[in-house]
């Protein structure tokens, strides 16, 4: 008796080690995604469509109180680590600067050929390794009230407005002539935050040179030109995302004595227009709205705000299939088109997989990272109804004349919390509660809680 | 006599499920804090190694860490006297046979209910009050009482008091719970001989029921100090995460949790945040336990008076 | 004498009715406004605030729906989850607070001692490591792992012992000895009904505390199946520039009043003077 049952025992053994080593035929390969939007599961049901024997495991972990980025340091070693993870603008240099990511280089020749904005890889790239590409690209803008430009400078013409607002320099003195003319009722932009990624994107220098922090002189001229839209009153000090700045975009704005203020205009990025503006360009009860009255130019200083990198992370047991996975998301001339085109409706992602959620499609309109797929299909939105959002005119075109000069060259993993640190300090100098040098000593007292390893002077 | 050594023994069946449950999952994560405060672990490279004291002397040299533990403190004192007055008080009224006050259970679900609440919203609710263009200036310069729009969310003393104020309400109703179980225990006997006594309800409450819920009450007071010394969420969500205005919110565990999600996730550092929290903490409930230490005899005493 | 005493009771009982309807006002309001928002749009939200209900819950419903979150999945395995972590906090931290209160045996200082002192430490920076611990021992992506730790919750224990030293009566304990009962049996039939008003606080707080945790939950656990109500309903916070604000409230809402409801059902049974019928014995 006892014999028999160890003979069944090994048997049983052996067929279950055989069967975990053999693959079924029809048994496909599963991929795991991580990402922290639903954004890019459209792309990985239509990545299925092209290849059938994939399995593509979409896992969504918010980032909105770190949840995202503590599972994945968490699974970083064990089995449970993911192939292919989604990584925003403002942790992306991060991992990319760490030894988590797979060198992405058979994929170069691809990059040349989708003829990729230079600064999307830049951000992917650190020491000459390309180690994350983006499906997207997030140049930045200057959206303007129409009607308010015309009062203001006799002219609404977006060719013309850039030529007034040029640079910075052209930009403040454009202020003054909004604050002369309106009577002081209209502010130029809703608060110096509004800003100051122009001020950041366009420095000569990184922050962090030979592990010493660096101020360069731009960051000055940031701090500065805010004082000066501070004291000058050229802002309406309404905080992003906080309810006067959403106010604002509708005309509905009231100072707390119930005056009603304008602003003239917005930095947004691609995605602002269609999830921030248009959608808060009507209030809520509906009685004031703007639609029509946007226009946007590039504006005095070109810079790229968000966006969502992909890569591949080095521990993966499918780097083959991952780094395809990625070069179908981000370089694959047919996805990119139907990406940005509004092919995959719901209907659509439904034909590929009967699970697809409801809500789940991609709107036409988000400004993909490939010239060669922009060049081709920007015609194409001359009538669109963000087009005529802006009174005519094309948002696609807009944003691909601002895309090229993008400098993604100075982004390091160690930007968002230098940065951040100085928020606070340069608001208790704006309003007057200390002097300049109070505010640099605050920010470096900051900056050296968090990166105690730094050189600062 | 013997039979009574060898029931005590039985004491340790008791426990037996607790300490292997610890020594299985509790311990890890203890040893885990203890042992890295001495690294310079980071989370973004898989080696570290061992640096002794460095991350503690780096904490005392920094000028931030004496604001948190300010902040922490001011923060926690600030909601807690009145939060546990006001408990003590409902606790009271609600278990009191005299004044029959009535809905008792009612009263009691409801405030209890904003500890249900998700800390984010109810921090987002606030922030969207006291912005600028927000209800609260809107209000206060409409009806005269301010000249002009206050920053509100730029100012030290008023987030301060905001997050005083939600961290009051958030566990007052908690604590009154807590209490309420206490007091119900107490017979009513005793009270009833009191007041036959000619004893009035201060006189009851200071020296019968004090006395009587003593052992909750430390646990209510330790509790909380430890709460309050690790008090995070609110602060964190309020404003930017770092305490602003003027890291004037910025408690111990929004320092330690800075540390914990710097770029290279300073957990070595953080975790040495972490232990002297911990030492903190301990120091004063043994200073709590101390004072409340059951002098001999007095319970007893209490009863038969 | 009779009829003065009974007068000042009525006005003190006034102002305490007074005082604790300014209290309710002051604790309702702000919940009151979060639920406002459920019914409300997401510019609307980002808009301002608002007092009253507004007319969009229906396509704050559709909006939740449509995001394929499957709720009443996660409603059940939330329940699953905080239902288990309740019933072996309260049993298990009775016990070894019995344990800890009614025998003297030798390191029984030194053991309570160590779990108020446990109580003490600031363990979310653990987290990593847990996982990564757990996933060695084989408990990655399970629910063991949320469920097992309640075993030992030095904080529940030092409840449990504080509340039973307040009403402990030993002789309670000779009595059961005398009349034949095992220790555990005595520890069952006759001091968890006794504690039953500590034991339900414990068991509320235990529940709501097991229920709104999210953070631990999405560290621990992978597979979405296994995703409970509260970190359904975060992901919803997961389109980083579009954020659902309608959807998102409706689904707060709707994790809080299960909550509630439970509360409410189990509040009845912390009742006054259950101790009075066996001091009597």
């Avoid at chain 3, 990593?128 to 084989?138: E, L, V």
Wanted: overall charge positive.
């Amino acid at each position: 008796m006892k014999k028999i049952s160890i003979i069944l025992t090994v048997v049983l053994v052996l067929t279950m080690a055989l069967s975990a080593c053999a693959k079924t035929p029809g048994e496909k390969t599963v991929l795991n995604v991580w990402s922290f939007t639903n954004e890019i599961q459209t792309m990985a049901i239509a990545f299925e469509k092209t290849h059938p024997d994939v399995d593509v495991v979409y896992t969504m972990i918010p980032m909105t109180n770190g949840e995202y980025q503590t599972k994945l340091m968490a699974t970083l070693g064990t089995d449970a680590v993911p192939d292919v993870v989604a990584l925003e603008a403002a942790f992306v240099k991060k991992y990319v600067e760490s030894d988590f990511l797979a060198d992405l280089k058979s994929l170069n020749a691809d990059v040349k050929k989708a003829n990729v904005y230079p600064f999307v890889t830049e951000v992917g790239t650190y020491d000459g390794v390309l180690k994350a590409l983006s499906y997207q690209a997030t140049p930045g803008a200057r959206f303007y009230r129409r009607s308010l430009a015309k009062e203001y400078f006799g002219t609404d013409d977006p060719v013309e407005m850039q030529k007034i607002l040029g640079d910075m320099d052209k930009y403040v003195a454009a202020a003054e002539v909004v604050k002369t003319k309106s009577g002081g009722n209209t502010y130029m932009v809703s608060s110096s935050g509004d800003f100051m990624n122009l001020f950041y994107a366009n420095r000569a220098q990184p922050w962090v040179v030979d592990n010493t922090l660096t101020v360069d002189p731009m960051v000055d001229k940031m701090v500065a030109t805010a004082k000066t839209f501070r004291d000058s009153g050229y802002e309406s000090k309404a905080t992003q995302w906080t309810e006067g700045w959403f106010a604002g975009m509708n005309d509905s704005l009231k100072d707390a004595a119930g005056n009603p203020k304008k602003i003239f205009s917005y930095f947004l990025p691609t995605w602002g227009l269609p999830y921030v503006l248009s959608p808060n360009a009507t209030s809520a009860d509906k009685a004031s709205t703007t639609v029509g009255d946007w226009a946007m130019i590039t504006g005095p200083l070109p810079y790229q705000w968000g966006g969502t990198w992909l890569g591949v992370m080095k521990e993966s047991k499918n780097l083959k299939l991952a780094k395809e996975f990625i070069r179908f998301c981000t370089l694959d001339e047919t996805n990119l088109t139907n990406w940005a085109t509004g092919v995959y409706t719901n209907e659509y992602l439904k034909a590929i997989d009967p699970n697809t959620p409801e809500g789940q499609s991609q709107a036409a309109g988000d400004f993909v990272g490939s010239k060669v797929v922009v060049e081709k299909i920007t015609k194409g939105f001359d009538n669109s109804t963000l087009a005529q959002f802006l009174g005519g005119e094309n948002s696609y075109g807009a944003f691909a004349a601002a895309a090229p000069s993008v400098n993604g060259r100075l982004m390091q993993g160690t930007d968002d919390e230098i940065q951040r640190a100085l928020n606070d300090p340069l608001n208790a100098y704006l309003e007057g509660k200390t002097t300049l040098d109070q505010m640099w000593t605050a920010w470096k007292d900051a900056v050296r809680t968090q990166l105690p390893d730094l050189t600062i002077k | 006599m013997l039979s009574k050594i060898n029931k005590n023994k039985i004491g340790y069946f008791f426990i037996a499920p607790f300490v292997i449950g610890f020594l299985l999952f509790g311990l890890y994560p203890v040893y885990n804090t203890i042992a890295l405060s001495f690294t310079n672990a980071t989370l973004m490279k898989s080696s570290s190694k061992f640096v002794g004291l460095l991350n503690f002397q780096r904490l005392f040299a920094d000028s931030t860490f004496p604001t948190a533990i300010k902040n922490t403190w001011e923060l926690w004192l600030m909601n807690f006297i009145p939060q546990l007055g006001i408990a003590l008080l409902l606790a009271v009224w609600f278990t009191s046979t005299r004044l029959k006050i009535k809905g008792g259970g009612f009263w009691r679900m409801l405030f209890y209910l904003p500890n249900l609440m998700m800390s984010a919203t109810i921090a987002a609710l606030f922030f969207s009050i006291f912005s600028l263009y927000g209800p609260a200036n809107q209000f206060l310069v409409r009806a005269g009482i301010l000249f002009e729009a206050i920053d509100f969310i730029r100012n030290p003393q008023v987030m301060r008091a905001v997050v005083v104020f939600i961290q009051w309400w958030l566990w007052f109703g908690q604590t009154t719970i807590i209490l309420m179980a206490a007091m119900t225990s107490i017979s009513v006997s005793i009270y009833e001989a009191a007041l036959v006594d000619g004893s009035n309800g201060w006189q009851m409450f200071r020296y019968i029921t004090l006395p009587l819920i003593k052992p909750v009450m430390i646990y209510v007071l330790v509790t909380s100090l430890v709460g309050g010394m690790q008090m995070f969420d609110i602060p964190m969500l309020l404003t930017d995460g770092r305490g602003s205005p003027s890291n004037s919110i910025l408690t111990n565990n929004i320092l330690m949790y800075m540390k914990f999600r710097s770029t290279d996730g300073l957990i070595g550092s953080a975790s040495a945040v972490g232990v002297v929290i911990f030492i903190m903490t301990t120091f004063v409930a043994l200073l709590i336990f101390y004072v409340l230490r059951e002098k001999k005899g007095e319970k007893s005493k209490e009863i038969s008076s | 004498m009779n009829k003065n005493y009974r007068i000042s009771n009525n006005i003190q009982r006034f102002f305490i009715y007074l005082f604790l309807v300014i209290l309710l006002v002051i604790t309702v309001v702000p919940v009151w406004m979060m639920l406002v928002n459920a019914t409300r749009s997401t510019t609307q939200i980002q808009q301002g605030i608002g007092f009253f209900p507004s007319h969009y819950i229906v396509s704050n419903y559709k909006i939740l729906l449509s995001k394929g979150l499957d709720l009443p999945r996660g409603f059940l395995n939330s329940l699953f989850i905080s239902s288990m972590v309740t019933l072996i906090t309260v049993y298990f931290s009775m016990l070894t607070a019995y344990g800890i209160v009614v025998y003297e045996f030798k390191g029984k200082k030194f053991l309570y001692n160590s779990i108020i002192v446990l109580v003490m430490i600031p363990t979310q920076l653990s987290i990593i490591g847990f996982y990564q611990y757990m996933s060695k021992i084989g408990l990655s992506d399970s629910y063991a792992t949320l469920i097992l730790p309640s075993i030992a919750s030095a904080g529940a224990v030092f409840f449990s012992k504080q509340y039973l030293e307040s009403i402990m009566i030993k002789d309670l304990v000779d009595a059961g000895r005398i009349d034949g009962c095992s220790e555990l049996g005595i520890f069952h039939k006759i001091m968890m009904p006794i504690a039953a008003p500590g034991a339900f606080t414990l068991g509320i707080f235990a529940f709501v505390g097991a229920w709104n945790n999210f953070f631990n939950a999405f560290i621990l656990i992978t597979s979405r199946a296994k995703y409970t109500l509260p970190m359904l309903v975060q992901t919803l916070r997961g389109d980083v520039y579009r954020h659902e604000y309608g959807a998102i409230y409706l689904g707060l809402a709707a994790t809080v009043v299960p909550i509630i409801v439970i509360y409410f059902l189990f509040s009845r049974y912390i009742v006054n003077g259950i101790s009075l019928g066996a001091v009597k014995e």
